[in-house]
């Protein structure tokens, strides 16, 4: 069973940066999609970011240009920089890894934007 923990969720202000990290139990995203979801309060959970087990990124329109997403698989840890944060990116973000057979998920970790 392969666990995820994330850190680095707190509050900013707009404008700001913050660094989420996702570190996995074992080595697996070399092998795996990897990718970032966040949900916010009275919404559905919606993909932020995604590295798939061939290196192709995507991002959702709303985060382009602000949010990098990345890994270590040396650390089997995996990255979302986020930039030029606005109050809409309040939201519970949760780290996943997936193959056609299983996923995983974290806890999630709380980002709040606000003056």
């Known amino acids: 069973q392969v666990q995820l923990v994330e850190s680095g969720g707190g509050l900013v202000q707009p404008g700001g940066s913050l660094r989420l990290s996702c570190a996995a139990s074992?080595?697996?995203?070399?092998?795996?999609?990897i990718g970032w979801y966040r949900q916010a309060p009275g919404r559905q959970r919606e993909l932020v970011a995604a590295?798939?087990?061939?290196?192709?990124?995507n991002y959702a329109d709303s985060v382009k240009g602000r949010f990098t997403i990345s890994r270590d698989n040396a650390k089997n840890t995996m990255y979302l920089q986020m930039n030029s944060l606005k109050p809409e990116d309040t939201a519970v973000y949760y780290c996943?890894?997936?193959?056609?057979?299983?996923?995983?998920w974290g806890q999630g970790t709380q980002v709040t934007v606000s003056s």
């Open positions: 590295i798939t087990r061939g290196g192709n990124t």
């Open positions: 996943t890894t997936w193959s056609r057979s299983d996923d995983y």
């Open positions: 074992g080595s697996i995203f070399s092998f795996y999609n």
